[in-house]
């Protein structure tokens, strides 16, 4: 099974497991991963570990996790395998890592999807912790603070726990999935662009722009006929309006064999 099918797989069960689930989504990079080494890991960095402060210890103190400050959109930091390789990672990675320590050792923890920067809190507790900056415990006046200077938003933007909501495995794959988008635009690289919007498209909310994105990551590496036809095989399911733009990205593919 290749990576895009084994992550539909794991994500299309109604409680997909957090762990596995992103050690799927690396695969995309790295079509020889072994998920039970980095499980292991994972059970190694939990063992021992009796409360959320010997966690914190653990992680930010003695195995010395850190944000990735000096190359943040390195797509290393998106991977779960380098951020338990390199012990560098970004909000989300690193949330990943601490949430499934912390289940391991039966301190259950949630991601919490704060715009502009992803936190980790204590389930049925109001201990809210940035991972990023070694697991640092904030209260509310230090999260708006932390949201508005990472997010660029303005005072006339109100803050409450409307953005302190928690983020369940799937929402946390998407954010992942859509840094590692971002990246991977940015360094002009077609092939990996292709999987994480395959990807991208077994989870839900996905639609047309994501479709016509994958069809011009497959016509960046001449692949213009598979594009144009993933685009035309939409047809018959899509309104008008979306036919249109369809048709016409197509058209633009099939446009180069000529």
Not at 239 to 256: D, M
Request: charged residues 20%; negative net charge.
């Amino acid at each position: 099974m290749d990576a895009v099918a084994r992550f539909a797989e794991l994500v299309g069960h109604p409680d997909p497991p957090l762990d596995r689930a992103a050690l799927a989504l690396a695969a995309g990079a790295d079509a020889g991963l072994d998920p039970s080494r980095w499980l292991t890991e994972l059970d190694r960095l939990a063992d021992g570990v009796t409360s959320l402060d010997a966690l914190v210890h653990r992680l930010f103190v003695k195995e010395a996790f850190a944000g990735n400050v000096h190359d943040y959109y390195d797509p290393r930091n998106s991977l779960l395998p380098h951020v338990l390789a390199r012990k560098l990672g970004i909000p989300i990675t690193l949330a990943v890592v601490t949430i499934e320590v912390g289940r391991r050792a039966g301190i259950a923890l949630e991601g919490v999807g704060m715009p502009g920067h992803f936190l980790v809190r204590a389930v049925g507790a109001q201990t809210v912790l940035d991972v990023f900056h070694g697991g640092i415990e904030l209260d509310a006046a230090e999260c708006e603070a932390l949201f508005r200077s990472s997010s660029g938003a303005g005072p006339d933007v109100p803050f409450g726990l409307h953005l302190l909501a928690t983020a369940p495995t799937r929402s946390i794959l998407l954010r992942m999935l859509e840094n590692l988008r971002l990246v991977y635009r940015i360094r002009q690289r077609p092939g990996d662009l292709e999987w994480v919007v395959r990807m991208r498209l077994a989870l839900p909310g996905a639609g047309l722009a994501d479709l016509l994105e994958l069809a011009t990551a497959l016509g960046d590496q001449a692949r213009w006929l598979e594009g144009a036809r993933l685009l035309e095989e939409q047809l018959p399911t899509a309104s008008a309006a979306g036919a249109e733009r369809l048709r016409t990205a197509a058209r633009t593919l099939r446009a180069h064999l000529n």
